[in-house]
């Protein structure tokens, strides 16, 4: 059975940093390549971040460079999203995904919650 938790969302204060991380199992998480998406209330999912099955391609969006960053093990079968210098606009349901061609599955998504 596919599964992937999220754990680490919360509420933080503005500057604040929160690591966010999805466990996989289920499957051969070493051969997908694996993402953050986040939601915004009333929007569509956007991606965050993504990385490559061995990790050595990684992107983010340009709302995120410099202050977020991705990182897989292989071995523990977990993505993470370190999140440092956490803005009001961050707010959002987290999501993890990991896809390879057209199988693609997502976790359920943790809250990330920036207050003022």
């Known amino acids: 059975q596919v599964r992937l938790v999220e754990s680490g969302g919360g509420l933080v204060q503005v500057g604040g940093s929160l690591r966010l991380s999805c466990a996989a199992s289920?499957?051969?998480?070493?051969?997908?390549?694996a993402n953050w998406y986040r939601q915004h209330p009333g929007k569509e999912r956007e991606l965050v971040a993504g990385?490559?099955?061995?990790?050595?391609?990684?992107n983010y969006a340009d709302s995120v460079k410099g202050r977020f960053t991705i990182t897989r093990d292989n071995a523990e079968n977990t993505v993470s999203l370190q999140m440092n210098s956490l803005k009001v606009e961050d707010t959002a349901v987290y999501y993890c995904?990991?896809?390879?061609?057209?199988?693609?599955?997502w976790g359920q998504g943790t809250q990330v919650t920036v207050s003022s």
């Open positions: 995904n990991v896809r390879q061609l057209q199988d693609s599955y």
């Open positions: 289920g499957f051969a998480f070493r051969n997908y390549g």
């Open positions: 990385i490559s099955s061995g990790g050595s391609n990684i």
